[in-house]
């Protein structure tokens, strides 16, 4: 794994906390569509047919959470020891310049602004942190 890579695993961890909890919603909503309707008069025949559908997306809710807890756990710890592997760089641009980058996921043009640098410089000065990082840890 290049050192970019092992540094966006932040980004992608944070995605899928947010792919989950949207799944949660839509989960919450459909449980909230499946009671009103059932609510309305237009309820099943039988206890068991009521039931299952909302087992089903119980269920699937609890999955859901449960995924989610995981990857919280996950992500802030992989967050903690990137941001602990970022600070132990020597260099302070490198090192305030790569948490820009890949802790706040601020793009490398607004990283230029808030150092008042070129984004050229900028760019030059990423790819010499990142090599600076991968031979650091190994990468």
């Known amino acids: ?13 944070k995605r899928r906390i947010k792919e989950i909890e949207n799944e949660i919603l839509e989960t919450r909503e459909a449980m909230n ?10 309820s099943p025949s039988s206890n068991q047919e009521i039931k299952s559908p909302q087992e089903k997306l119980m269920n699937q809710l609890l999955e ?5 807890a995981d990857e919280q756990r996950h992500y802030f710890g992989l967050k903690r020891l ?9 260099n302070d641009v490198y ?3 790569l948490y820009a980058r890949y802790v706040e996921n601020k793009r ?5 602004v808030d150092l008042g640098y070129s984004y050229d410089h900028v760019r030059r000065i ?3 942190a990142l090599c600076d ?4 840890y190994q990468i």
Do not use: T, W
């Not at 859901?64 to 989610?68: A, F, Q």
């Open 1 to 13: 794994m290049k050192p970019k890579e092992y540094l966006l695993q932040i980004g992608r961890a």
């Open 33 to 42: 569509s499946l009671s009103c309707r059932l609510g309305s008069g237009g």
């Open 64 to 68: 859901h959470e449960e995924m989610l």
């Open 82 to 90: 990137i941001v602990g592997q970022i600070d132990a760089v020597d």
């Open 95 to 97: 090192r305030n310049l």
């Open 108 to 112: 490398l043009e607004q990283i230029a």
């Open 126 to 128: 990423h790819g010499r």
């Open 133 to 136: 990082f991968g031979n650091k």
